[in-house]
């Protein structure tokens, strides 16, 4: 069964710092996703990613948020300056003829 | 008006129940996905329709394309039954997929 990963599983981390969240697609795919959940709130699409540019992204992706695909594998989401309210599970996807989503990584600011 | 409605928003059943979970979406779409999600933790993907009915063990999706609807029916539920099933429409092959506010299900032995 192909497998989307995801690291870390849980970070904590102080206001104002950044935070880079990292997911491992499957290696066939070429569509990637960022999604988060808020504690007790439906899933919410960050950001879409193809050929090495964002194919679309939702309001809640401003400009403390960025995506990337260093080398060829990871697909990372980075927040540059992390507010209280970014705290959240967020969830990698990729797609080929299905979505694959990975276990989440739970960011908790404090 | 939501994009995706579901219906109930939760539902406890007794093990051993037939148990419905609604969908019904307002956009053009080329594939509906039901996915589950337990608690705390992450989203597997169970169907993904275009058209008629699925089923995997005791898990059946079907599609109404024309209406817009979809079901998820689980026979014969047990405890380990028990998350949250999201409907996800997706307009096209490889775009977003567009989550549904969930359905909660409990099961109780």
């Known amino acids: 069964e192909p497998e989307v990963t995801q690291t870390p599983s849980h970070q904590v981390t102080q206001m104002g710092q950044e935070v880079i969240l990292r997911c491992v697609p499957i290696s066939n795919h070429l569509y990637f996703y960022w999604y988060r959940q808020i504690l007790g709130q439906k899933v919410e699409f960050l950001v879409s990613?193809?050929?090495?540019?964002?194919?679309?992204k939702s309001e809640i992706f401003d400009d403390q948020f960025s995506v990337e695909r260093p080398d060829g594998s990871n697909f990372t989401l980075k927040i540059r300056s992390t507010k209280l309210e970014d705290s959240a599970m967020y969830f990698c996807?990729?797609?080929?003829?299905?979505?694959?989503f990975g276990e989440g990584s739970w960011l908790t600011v404090v | 008006k939501n994009e995706v409605e579901q219906s109930p928003q939760n539902l406890t059943a007794q093990e051993g129940e037939f148990i419905t979970i609604n969908c019904s979406y307002s956009?053009?779409?080329?594939?509906l996905h039901w996915l589950q999600q337990h608690p705390g933790g992450g989203i597997v993907s169970l169907f993904m329709l275009s058209s008629g009915k699925k089923k995997h063990g005791r898990l059946i999706a079907t599609i109404n394309i024309q209406e817009k609807h979809s079901s998820l029916h689980i026979t014969a539920s047990h405890p380990r039954d028990s998350a949250v099933y999201i409907c996800a429409p997706q307009k096209t092959s490889y775009d977003k997929v567009i989550f549904g506010p969930g359905t909660s299900l409990s099961v109780i032995p």
């Open positions: 956009v053009g779409i080329s594939a």
């Open positions: 996807a990729s797609g080929g003829n299905t979505i694959y």
């Open positions: 990613f193809y050929n090495n540019e964002i194919s679309e």
